[in-house]
């Protein structure tokens, strides 16, 4: 498949797409035409972009490597440029020496398409754009990054770039190629050719153990690296990496057999600094971290070496995140072992009754939203890049026109800098920061969290958990968004008490969806979603019980966004309770039905979709509605869609969904294809499967008979 897909580029000049599984040697197939275009004409550049800081590091190692031994090459700059590089003298150096450039969507859309004169020299000799992973590309953000690379190709010099895209796990990468670039004509290679040993899968069944997750995977990996085997520990959650990480720690401190392997174990997860992810991944290239403990920021296709084993603590949240997981391992034609130790939540309950298709590798097809807001706001994007012509738009949307250059240009509202008006990601980096006092130091900045994980993790008089040490959170500074803490030593960590309101505002429209014997509604306005963080569980480390209940208020972090939201009557309401059904829970299972059915209907994914999900511990009486709200909201979005063009058919297909879904034969508690979902942030702990069923029944018999 590496001849194949490589002649497809260099021979015959098309556009490629390689879709083999992971660790099948992909990133030989655009590292050889790199430098193959650099050996025939030494000033044409290539772009290569990736979805996260450390696969732009790891690549560069590598490319680096290769370039070092073709003496040709000697002189080439190959280089990386993203947030991390603050200093507009070395972002300016990387733009002007380098030809070669590995960057991210981020980078590229705000600080490198902009600035489109600077950087006209780099596109105009563009060869070659390589998009690794673009099955991370989907949803809205996968729209905004084809847009971006719309307009990255509207800056290069005609058609002469040839563009590569890999991925291991997507059923449609010439679709997703295509939604992504526009492009037309794409070759797909996906016959894999590459060695595979043999890989043996293993669902543990942790609740029959009786003790914790993190206890029983700590065990296993410990007898892992013991033995000699290259480890990698997977965790859904960043505490949950913490935890695993210092129980690892302590057996080995506590083992004067093991504890020289202390050494070669690292922990890896989001809201490290920039600096010490760098080292980490440093340590794992060049082979000497033999055990790391991670959350999914190192599921893509980093070379961490040859390893043996993988832990997956809770099943992954999709069958392509499973196999990108256990693909870490085994690489080459090496045997390999990945087991994925079931925990208590539904979702992995629901694999352990019924686990014939868990390790089935069938991938879901990659989906790109279409919405008409983002691609305005790109427009005005790429118009400030390079005015369009009279001709060249068929409808300005919102473009300004300029009598002297006869253009169209970008709108005075986007000005001065257009990105900054266009975030393409949900959460925005390094907002808060985290620094350490220690008596006879300078203090030191310890993490750099967003603000929505800020709100669930730092809070006064709470522990946060770094690399295997404990800190107390001694100040929380919300205006200066900075918290400051100070090693602990205490054998209990804290978890923050949360909940989440979701309560409509404004109904801007509405549509009738009976008249008798209910009168039912469909609303569409302004939503608020309120995450309040009202106190703290003190959890003891060794037994994980909780010890203590802490009180504690912090700022309540609200956003205004958009839904639509049905209100439940009182008699349906009533019948639930009277057939002994949860009125709430019956309503959290149906709105999860609603989401899937909704996000087909309308045309966008069931993550762009939220809903007010029912926490165990919530005592608080509320008036009961199916409500459903977009997690990032844009003018004339998928709820407004859903109130013009499927009001009629959202209950009836969502009850159809949930009566006709086979795990009703094998379960009363729902799948993943009813009422259970990972997106879920009470992990589906307080759902009624069959009470859901009765209220989306009672709630279509006025459909049904509606006048």
């Given at each position: 498949?590496?001849?194949?897909?490589?002649?497809?580029?260099?021979?015959?000049?098309?556009?490629?797409?390689?879709?083999?599984?992971?660790?099948?040697?992909?990133?030989?197939?655009?590292?050889?035409?790199?430098?193959?275009?650099?050996?025939?004409?030494?000033?044409?550049?290539?772009?290569?972009?990736?979805?996260?800081?450390?696969?732009?590091?790891?690549?560069?190692?590598?490319?680096?490597?290769?370039?070092?031994?073709?003496?040709?090459?000697?002189?080439?700059?190959?280089?990386?440029?993203?947030?991390?590089?603050?200093?507009?003298?070395?972002?300016?150096?990387?733009?002007?020496?380098?030809?070669?450039?590995?960057?991210?969507?981020?980078?590229?859309?705000?600080?490198?398409?902009?600035?489109?004169?600077?950087?006209?020299?780099?596109?105009?000799?563009?060869?070659?754009?390589?998009?690794?992973e673009i099955h991370v590309y989907q949803a809205q953000f996968g729209q905004h990054v084809g847009h971006i690379l719309r307009r990255l190709q509207r800056q290069c010099?005609?058609?002469?770039a040839r563009f590569i895209a890999c991925s291991a796990t997507t059923s449609n990468p010439a679709e997703h190629m295509r939604a992504l670039t526009g492009l037309a004509?794409?070759?797909?290679?996906?016959?894999?050719?590459?060695?595979?040993?043999?890989?043996?899968?293993?669902?543990?069944?942790?609740?029959?153990?009786?003790?914790?997750?993190?206890?029983?995977?700590?065990?296993?990996?410990?007898?892992?690296?013991?033995?000699?085997?290259?480890?990698?520990?997977?965790?859904?959650?960043?505490?949950?990496?913490?935890?695993?990480?210092?129980?690892?720690?302590?057996?080995?401190?506590?083992?004067?057999?093991?504890?020289?392997?202390?050494?070669?174990?690292?922990?890896?997860?989001?809201?490290?600094?920039?600096?010490?992810?760098?080292?980490?991944?440093?340590?794992?290239?060049?082979?000497?971290?033999?055990?790391?403990?991670?959350?999914?920021?190192?599921?893509?296709?980093?070379?961490?070496?040859?390893l043996d084993a993988v832990l997956m603590v809770g099943v992954p949240i999709s069958t392509a995140s499973l196999w990108q997981q256990a693909g870490r391992a085994g690489?080459?034609?090496?045997?390999?072992?990945?087991?994925?130790?079931?925990?208590?939540?539904?979702?992995?309950?629901?694999?352990?009754?019924?686990?014939?298709?868990?390790?089935?590798?069938?991938?879901?097809?990659?989906?790109?939203?279409?919405?008409?807001?983002?691609?305005?706001?790109?427009?005005?994007?790429?118009?400030?890049?390079?005015?369009?012509?009279?001709?060249?738009?068929?409808?300005?949307?919102?473009?300004?026109?300029?009598?002297?250059?006869?253009?169209?240009?970008?709108?005075?509202?986007?000005?001065?800098?257009?990105?900054?008006?266009?975030?393409?990601?949900?959460?925005?980096?390094?907002?808060?920061?985290?620094?350490?006092?220690?008596?006879?130091?300078?203090?030191?900045?310890?993490?750099?969290?967003?603000?929505?994980?800020?709100?669930?993790?730092?809070?006064?008089?709470?522990?946060?958990?770094?690399?295997?040490?404990?800190?107390?959170?001694?100040?929380?500074?919300?205006?200066?968004?900075?918290?400051?803490?100070?090693?602990?030593?205490?054998?209990?960590?804290?978890?923050?008490?949360?909940?989440?309101?979701?309560?409509?505002?404004?109904?801007?429209?509405?549509?009738?969806?009976?008249?008798?014997?209910?009168?039912?509604?469909?609303?569409?306005?302004?939503?608020?979603?309120?995450?309040?963080?009202?106190?703290?569980?003190?959890?003891?480390?060794?037994?994980?019980?909780?010890?203590?209940?802490?009180?504690?208020?912090?700022?309540?972090?609200?956003?205004?966004?958009?839904?639509?939201?049905?209100?439940?009557?009182?008699?349906?309401?009533?019948?639930?309770?009277?057939?002994?059904?949860?009125?709430?829970?019956?309503?959290?299972?149906?709105?999860?039905?609603?989401?899937?059915?909704?996000?087909?209907?309308?045309?966008?994914?069931?993550?762009?979709?939220?809903?007010?999900?029912?926490?165990?511990?919530?005592?608080?009486?509320?008036?009961?509605?199916?409500?459903?709200?977009?997690?990032?909201?844009?003018?004339?979005?998928?709820?407004?869609?859903?109130?013009?063009?499927?009001?009629?058919?959202?209950?009836?297909?969502?009850?159809?969904?949930?009566?006709?879904?086979?795990?009703?034969?094998?379960?009363?508690?729902?799948?993943?294809?009813?009422?259970?979902?990972?997106?879920?942030?009470?992990?589906?702990?307080?759902?009624?499967?069959?009470?859901?069923?009765?209220?989306?029944?009672?709630?279509?018999?006025?459909?049904?008979?509606?006048?």
């Open positions: 498949h590496q001849a194949q897909a490589i002649d497809c580029v260099l021979g015959r000049k098309h556009h490629v797409v390689v879709s083999t599984a992971t660790a099948s040697g992909k990133s030989v197939i655009y590292q050889v035409p790199v430098l193959q275009w650099l050996l025939d004409n030494p000033h044409s550049t290539a772009l290569l972009v990736f979805p996260t800081k450390a696969l732009a590091q790891d690549q560069l190692s590598a490319l680096r490597h290769l370039a070092e031994h073709i003496p040709e090459l000697h002189g080439i700059v190959i280089d990386t440029l993203d947030g991390d590089q603050a200093n507009s003298d070395r972002r300016r150096e990387v733009r002007d020496t380098a030809s070669v450039i590995l960057t991210n969507p981020d980078t590229l859309h705000a600080a490198m398409l902009p600035n489109a004169s600077a950087w006209r020299w780099f596109w105009q000799r563009l060869r070659l754009v390589v998009i690794d010099a005609g058609d002469a004509e794409i070759d797909v290679v996906d016959s894999d050719g590459s060695p595979r040993g043999t890989k043996h899968m293993a669902l543990w069944d942790n609740v029959r153990c009786g003790s914790a997750a993190a206890t029983n995977t700590c065990n296993v990996a410990v007898q892992l690296l013991a033995h000699g085997l290259r480890t990698i520990v997977f965790c859904k959650f960043r505490q949950t990496c913490e935890l695993v990480f210092r129980e690892i720690c302590d057996a080995l401190d506590q083992s004067p057999r093991l504890r020289k392997l202390r050494s070669q174990i690292m922990s890896y997860r989001a809201g490290y600094t920039s600096g010490e992810r760098r080292a980490i991944e440093q340590s794992i290239f060049a082979g000497d971290t033999r055990l790391v403990v991670a959350t999914s920021a190192l599921e893509l296709g980093i070379d961490i070496g040859s690489r080459r034609s090496s045997d390999s072992l990945a087991i994925v130790v079931a925990t208590g939540s539904a979702i992995d309950r629901r694999a352990v009754g019924m686990p014939e298709g868990l390790f089935d590798r069938v991938f879901a097809p990659a989906v790109v939203s279409a919405e008409p807001s983002i691609a305005a706001a790109h427009l005005q994007c790429a118009a400030f890049e390079i005015p369009f012509s009279e001709t060249e738009v068929d409808v300005a949307d919102g473009l300004c026109w300029n009598p002297p250059t006869q253009s169209w240009i970008c709108a005075l509202s986007y000005k001065p800098w257009p990105p900054e008006k266009v975030p393409i990601r949900s959460i925005q980096q390094g907002d808060w920061q985290v620094v350490e006092l220690h008596a006879g130091r300078a203090p030191a900045l310890l993490e750099e969290l967003d603000g929505y994980h800020a709100l669930f993790t730092l809070y006064e008089g709470g522990i946060l958990l770094h690399r295997g040490h404990s800190f107390s959170i001694d100040k929380v500074d919300a205006e200066e968004q900075m918290a400051l803490v100070s090693k602990a030593n205490v054998s209990w960590y804290t978890e923050q008490r949360d909940y989440v309101d979701v309560v409509p505002l404004t109904a801007a429209r509405s549509k009738p969806l009976a008249t008798e014997p209910l009168r039912l509604d469909l609303l569409y306005g302004e939503v608020s979603v309120t995450s309040t963080v009202f106190g703290y569980k003190r959890i003891d480390a060794k037994s994980r019980k909780v010890v203590e209940y802490v009180d504690h208020a912090s700022p309540p972090l609200t956003i205004r966004t958009r839904g639509v939201w049905v209100d439940v009557p009182q008699s349906v309401a009533q019948t639930l309770a009277a057939s002994n059904h949860s009125v709430e829970a019956s309503v959290h299972a149906a709105q999860h039905a609603l989401i899937a059915v909704m996000s087909s209907l309308v045309g966008c994914t069931p993550g762009d979709l939220c809903t007010e999900c029912k926490s165990p511990l919530a005592k608080r009486s509320k008036i009961p509605r199916l409500i459903v709200y977009e997690k990032h909201p844009v003018v004339n979005g998928p709820t407004s869609r859903a109130l013009s063009v499927a009001s009629d058919l959202l209950l009836r297909l969502t009850f159809d969904r949930v009566r006709n879904c086979l795990c009703r034969k094998a379960t009363d508690k729902g799948c993943d294809s009813c009422v259970l979902t990972n997106l879920c942030n009470e992990h589906n702990e307080c759902l009624d499967k069959d009470g859901g069923l009765l209220l989306l029944n009672l709630l279509c018999n006025s459909l049904f008979t509606k006048g």
